[in-house]
């Protein structure tokens, strides 16, 4: 097997450059293992060389983010690295967010594996956990050693493109990705068998986590609706004929904004719907089955609402990731707010 | 209910010039076998097509997938759809293990919406459809044939060539006899009273589409206001309830060989008693939903008095969320339940997979993840789909729904999502 | 699809009438329909006003 070439990234500290005094120290590199790298090449044994370690002071890196990290993917390059071992930061934070950015951006950037370790609670984790391995490290630098042996062994596996294993298996965080796996029996045998233990009390290990949602302060009420501005918006596919945007039928990205000035009505002939997720044969023969601007229009007019807003929001709510579904609701909600709309109903299929 | 499958194992299956069992060899009559199919008006041209295991060989436009069965005894084959209204679910029934009736539909266009199986190759290792010997069936609409009623033809001439190759094995004597005997659930023998009572709750349709008028899943009824009900496990083992037209992960094959009725069946006497299941339909309005689920949960707590239950649905979100309610109000009467979910997540997040959370659901099984995607390699041959086959008989680049038989959210297959 | 709103955590939810045509009802003589549609847009219209402090279901009375 080929010994790979490693790279390290470690902190002033760590890197022997000093303690907080040096935290402003910009990058360098020196060939070799120094300093906690030490650690690295010695749980590498044969398999790899530690060609050089980059060093960079934590608040430099901290005030300067982006630039920062660049400087660093340079400097990473022209060692042309097979594997890159940042940290473990433990519990420094500012430390752990810069190994999971310089990871981040030389997986990316380079098609590098990177590998990185940290406790549970550095800030680092929650930041990068999805994009890069981050192993799970205790608090004590005195166990520098087995929790880098740990890091390293994770490392190769990626350097060699083995398959990791679970989370548990491994010792890295949970990166909240799925991926479809074959199992020895189906899904009926694995649920006659779950049933039966959380019927016998016994403990159960769900295949599915249990969902958290946050929740959303609410916004105070409308005062006088009679001079509030309603919008009208919808996750039901609503798309003006041709669908001029492109609003994708499924895991939409992309909402419209369709104006709605002058209109008493909508006119099914100039609407279409997109959606896939229900039949939509209702709402197109009447899309105020769906955005109810006869209705909305009329209680304008006899003054019941101020102000019916002259746009209306529509994307397709199936499949939709809820990463785009929160950027596209914040994104309406800004130019609603903007508009100086009081108040939203959103028709949702 | 006493249901006896006599079952007779096929290793390989040819064109023959007489349908006939020779050893575990089974020889086609295609030509009658396709006279059979254009029978139907509706139809105006059908053709056959067989496909083996470890063939380099794709077939696309996949509908639904059959089971070779065929009652014997003047039982009646799929009553209500083929045959004559009759109970299911007793009397002997012929089966040929290792043979299914695989039905495309010429009527789709785009290869996005191409169920696919392929027979050898990484794709073949997700589904059971790789490792059954595959009589494919084709058949293109007659004029004036519209799209439901093409649909309807093509399963019945799917279901017709279930039954009549399952009759070649009519007078041999059974490789394996199968007894699934499961009397009333009020009849519980005194050595067994202390067993836990399981229910299974099965949602055969969902209403987000609703059913044409003949697209019968229940005993040939398309269940358009069905209300949830009871009925024995043998029935819907023999015939009684079928995949509708756009079930989706779901095959006829998977109902007929239903796995959890199986994993029941297995333990039941043993450590749990198999007490019935209940039917129901995912509705497409909040005041619907909760009368079913209300119903559902009625039947199996109050009813077969079980003491836990599994549940399965058959659609995406809504289906998800209907699923959801009727156990757990199940739950709050104090039965215990397990459910079968797919990861509804479309970025491969954890945080997307589930979309409910209700007090007590915490068993959850998953089928798998329908969005995530893989590569299928370039194969020799492509089935049922041969005007596509500029680009689908090289390499293709499918979500795993796209792979029929990978994902059976009956719970039939062995993928799962793990989180990683 | 209330309960996936309570879920998340939208505040003022009013139940419409159905997945297919939330704001109506195909079997309804037009007329019949938009009278529906009205009463659900005014209930939209009530819960806008209403205090509420965690997620609130405005159902028909």
């Known amino acids: 097997m080929q010994t790979l070439r490693v790279v390290c990234y470690l902190n002033q500290f760590f890197g022997q450059l000093g303690g907080e005094e040096k935290a402003g120290v910009g990058p360098d590199v020196v060939p070799g293992a120094v300093g906690a790298a030490r650690a690295v090449q010695q749980a590498l044994g044969d398999a790899g060389t530690v060609v050089a370690t980059v060093r960079c002071g934590d608040n430099y890196v901290a005030e300067r983010d982006a630039t920062a990290i660049a400087e660093l993917v340079s400097l990473v390059t022209a060692q042309r690295p097979d594997l890159l071992v940042a940290g473990p930061a433990f519990q420094a934070g500012r430390y752990g967010v810069a190994c999971g950015a310089l990871c981040a951006a030389v997986q990316t950037q380079l098609g590098v594996p990177a590998v990185s370790g940290m406790h549970e609670e550095n800030p680092g984790v929650d930041l990068y956990r999805r994009q890069v391995y981050i192993a799970q490290t205790g608090g004590d630098t005195a166990r520098m050693l087995d929790e880098v042996r740990r890091i390293v062994g994770l490392g190769l596996k990626l350097a060699r493109k083995e398959p990791i294993g679970s989370p548990a298996a491994e010792g890295y965080f949970a990166r909240g990705l799925t991926h479809n796996v074959l199992t020895e029996s189906n899904a009926a045998q694995r649920a006659t068998a779950m049933l039966l233990a959380k019927l016998a009390g016994a403990p159960v290990t769900s295949e599915v986590p249990l969902p958290t949602f946050a929740p959303v302060p609410a916004p105070a009420r409308v005062q006088d609706m009679r001079r509030a501005t309603i919008a009208l918006v919808t996750d039901g596919g609503l798309v003006p004929r041709g669908n001029p945007d492109g609003i994708e039928a499924l895991a939409a990205t992309r909402y419209g904004a369709y104006e709605i000035a002058g209109l008493t009505q909508l006119d099914p002939t100039q609407y279409d719907n997109v959606h896939r997720g229900y039949d939509t044969t209702y709402v197109k023969q009447d899309p105020h089955r769906l955005v109810p601007v006869d209705v909305a229009r009329e209680l304008e007019q006899a003054g019941a609402v101020g102000k019916l807003h002259e746009v209306v929001y529509s994307t397709t709510g199936v499949a939709t990731t809820l990463a785009h579904s929160q950027r596209m609701g914040r994104e309406i909600a800004a130019k609603l707010k903007a508009a100086g709309v009081n108040g939203v109903i959103l028709t949702s299929t | ?420 | 699809m209330t309960p996936v709103a309570v879920m998340v955590g939208a505040n003022r939810i009013v139940p419409a009438a159905g997945i297919i045509h939330p704001m109506g009802n195909a079997e309804l003589a037009p007329a019949e329909e938009k009278a529906l549609r009205r009463r659900i847009v005014e209930r939209a219209l009530q819960a806008l006003q209403a205090d509420v402090a965690q997620p609130t279901v405005f159902k028909a009375p």
Not at chain 2, 213 to 220: Q, T
Not at chain 2, 295 to 320: Q, R, S, Y
């Open chain 2, 1 to 420: 209910m006493r249901l006896t499958l006599q079952w007779s194992q096929v290793n390989a299956v040819r064109a023959g010039a007489v349908t006939r069992l020779v050893g575990q060899d089974l020889e086609v009559n295609l030509e009658e076998l396709q006279a059979l199919g254009e029978a139907d008006p509706r139809l105006q041209r059908v053709r056959l097509d067989l496909a083996h295991p470890g063939e380099s060989c794709r077939i696309g436009r996949v509908f639904d997938v059959m089971a070779p069965r065929a009652k014997l005894d003047g039982g009646e084959d799929f009553p209500g759809v083929l045959g004559a209204l009759a109970r299911a679910g007793s009397g002997r029934t012929v089966a040929l293990a290792n043979v299914a009736v695989v039905v495309t539909d010429q009527q789709l266009q785009s290869t996005g919406t191409l169920a696919l199986i392929d027979m050898a190759g990484p794709g073949a290792a997700l589904t059971e459809f790789a490792r059954t010997h595959n009589v494919v069936l084709s058949a293109w609409p007659g004029a004036g044939t519209g799209r439901s009623e093409y649909l309807a033809a093509i399963r019945l001439a799917g279901l017709k060539a279930a039954v009549y190759l399952a009759r070649a094995a009519d007078d041999r004597p059974a490789d394996r006899v199968e007894v699934l005997d499961l009397p009333a659930p009020t009849r519980v023998p005194p050595a067994a009273q202390h067993l836990p009572r399981v229910a299974y709750v099965f949602q055969i349709h969902s209403h987000q589409r609703p059913t044409g008028v003949d697209e019968g899943i229940l005993y040939g009824d398309p269940i358009r206001r069905m209300l949830p009900t009871l009925v024995h496990p043998n029935e819907v083992l023999d015939g009684a309830v079928m995949r509708g037209f756009m079930g989706r992960n779901a095959t006829t094959y998977a109902i007929q060989n239903h796995p959890i009725i199986r994993a029941l069946y297995a333990q039941h006497g043993q450590t749990l008693w198999f007490v019935g299941v209940v039917l129901t339909v995912a509705q497409a309005t909040e005041p619907e939903r909760v009368r079913s689920a209300s119903m559902a949960a009625g039947l199996v707590a109050e009813v077969l008095g079980a003491d836990g239950a599994v549940f399965t649905k058959i659609g995406g979100g809504a289906p998800h969320v209907d699923m959801a309610q009727a156990a757990a109000q199940c739950e709050a009467l104090g039965v215990k339940t397990t459910l079968i979910v797919e990861d509804m997540s479309t970025d491969g997040s954890s945080e997307g997979m589930l979309l409910f959370n209700f007090p007590g659901l915490d068993a959850l099984v998953n089928v798998g993840s329908s969005q995530e995607v893989l590569t299928l390699p370039a194969v020799a041959r492509v089935l049922g789909a041969d005007d596509l086959a500029p680009t689908i008989q090289g390499e293709v680049s499918t979500s795993y729904t796209g792979l029929c038989g990978a994902i059976e959210q009956t719970g039939a297959s062995r993928l799962v999502a793990l989180i990683q």
